[in-house]
């Protein structure tokens, strides 16, 4: 039971993990994808914005949490939404990876929460289309601003939050070491 335990917190462990992100590039000018380090990289991960009220500087470092949309329902605070809003969010932001810049879809992902942007023919396209698809469920990742953001090194306040099509690096390396785990556990209880 105890091996089961240690299994069950190695996978678990994944959503307790902390990321950095920076902003590197905006190569679309207001409308994503922008280019994000990730936890320090050297290599850019094309990210979407989804608050037109948080603001950032480039240059600029925040600690975000990862939520995939099987976790966003634990999700509390000024980015909390409903996993069809964040359905819609995913939805919106795969078209915007597609065709980068597009001015209407990144107003349409601003309006899904309510955080800016203007209710346009892309928005009610994504809510018929998760509407009509009840079993869709985005794969994207969302990346969420965590902290105290008072002071000099934030001057708009809390940062903007952001969507990847990428998994985390982080989430990735403690998942397949939680499933290395259940494999040798596996193992050990087959030779015994």
Do not use: H
Not at 59 to 76: D, F, H, K, M, R
């Amino acid at each position: 039971m105890r091996k089961l335990v240690l299994a069950v917190l190695l996978l678990v462990g994944t959503s307790a993990y902390a990321d950095t992100l920076t902003l590197t590039g905006a190569p679309n000018g207001e409308n994503g994808p922008y280019d994000l380090s990730l936890n320090g990289s050297s290599t850019s991960t094309p990210m979407i914005c989804f608050s037109e009220k948080n603001l950032i500087t480039f240059g600029e470092s925040w600690n975000v949490q990862a939520y995939t949309i099987t976790q966003i329902a634990s999700l509390s605070g000024p980015f909390a939404g409903t996993t069809t809003q964040y359905n819609e969010l995913g939805y919106l932001a795969n078209q915007l990876f597609a065709n980068p810049g597009n001015n209407d879809l990144q107003q349409a992902i601003w309006a899904v929460l309510g955080t800016g942007g203007t209710t346009n023919s892309d928005y009610w396209s994504a809510v018929n289309f998760v509407t009509a698809n009840p079993t869709y469920m985005t794969s994207d990742v969302f990346y969420i601003p965590v902290g105290d953001f008072s002071g000099p090194n934030y001057p708009y306040g809390t940062p903007q939050p952001f969507i990847s099509q990428t998994p985390e690096p982080s989430s990735v390396v403690l998942l397949c070491a939680g499933l290395l785990g259940l494999a040798v556990l596996s193992l050990k209880k087959t030779s015994a």
